[in-house]
């Protein structure tokens, strides 16, 4: 059996009334690809001597990357490093946005019933892999001929 694993995101707080949107997005990939891309994304941070990867900083030299500003090679160097593991994972993109202009018009009961609505952004996610992999199976079983059984409790 094929296990998957995720690594989301989510981007926009809906409390915030400034904000457009709220989302969540990420990838989806093989549990085992994973954990090997967990070793290797490790000792590419040791290599640099940075705790994490955070690409907000990373973008704007900020936190950890604060003294690489102005050094691009070094800058590209990591993320290439980084990108060429996350390759390695053979990672499917996932995300969904929830338009928070639309979610406030919700009345307070429909709201109380999703409740955040990144509730409504990872269901989204997760019935997106749904679809995905019963898809997979079912062009499986078409290409090799195997018909669908059923058993009986």
Not at 31 to 50: G, M, P, R, S, V
Not at 78 to 96: C, D, H, N, V
């Amino acid at each position: 059996m094929l296990m998957l694993s995720a690594y989301l995101d989510e981007t926009g707080h809906a409390k915030d009334e400034q904000q457009k949107f709220a989302g969540m997005g990420g990838l989806v990939a093989p549990a085992a690809f994973w954990e090997t891309f967990e070793a290797k994304w490790q000792k590419a941070l040791a290599d640099f001597n940075i705790p994490y990867f955070h690409m907000r900083e990373f973008a704007h030299t900020t936190g950890i990357f604060s003294g690489w500003a102005g050094n691009e090679p070094k800058r590209q160097k990591l993320f290439g490093k980084l990108m060429r593991i996350l390759e390695t994972t053979y990672p499917i993109p996932i995300g969904s946005i929830v338009s928070l202009a639309d979610y406030r018009r919700l009345s307070p009961a429909r709201q109380n019933y999703f409740g955040d609505p990144y509730n409504l952004t990872l269901g989204n996610c997760i019935s997106t892999l749904l679809t995905m992999a019963f898809k997979r199976e079912m062009v499986y079983r078409a290409r090799s001929g195997e018909s669908r059984r059923t058993t009986s409790g």
